[in-house]
């Protein structure tokens, strides 16, 4: 059984920078693609970046440059350094991850129990 553990979550200033970690319980090149995604209150599930396993990346225009997504293969864990935040909604982070090649939430197989981030004014 895959688990993704996420870690890094916490309450941060507004303008501060945050940094997630998905640790997976085994390699991380057994997947096609892992990416984050965000929940808001009441809202759907959104992915924010996301990388393959050729190295590429993806995000959310609302997130480009501010947010990066990489990896540490040795340690098989992917990362999300979030900068210059600014919403003061309590956001839940959750880590994906799929053998297929899709974004969509539905497409992704495994997920974390996900973390929250709070931002203050």
């Known amino acids: 059984q895959v688990q993704l553990v996420e870690s890094g979550g916490g309450l941060v200033q507004a303008g501060g920078s945050l940094r997630l970690s998905c640790a997976a319980s085994?390699?991380?090149?057994?997947?096609?693609?892992m990416g984050w995604y965000r929940q808001a209150p009441g809202a759907q599930r959104e992915l924010v970046a996301g990388?393959?396993?050729?190295?590429?990346?993806t995000y959310v225009d609302s997130m480009k440059g501010r947010f990066t997504i990489s990896r540490d293969n040795a340690k098989n864990t992917v990362y999300l350094q979030m900068n210059s935040l600014k919403t003061d909604e309590p956001d839940a982070y959750y880590c994906?991850?799929?053998?297929?090649?899709?974004?969509?939430?539905?497409?992704?197989?495994?997920w974390g129990s996900g973390n929250l981030v709070t931002v203050s004014s």
């Open positions: 085994g390699s991380i090149f057994s997947f096609n693609v």
């Open positions: 990388i393959t396993r050729g190295g590429s990346t």
């Open positions: 994906a991850a799929s053998r297929g090649s899709a974004w969509s939430v539905d497409g992704m197989n495994f």
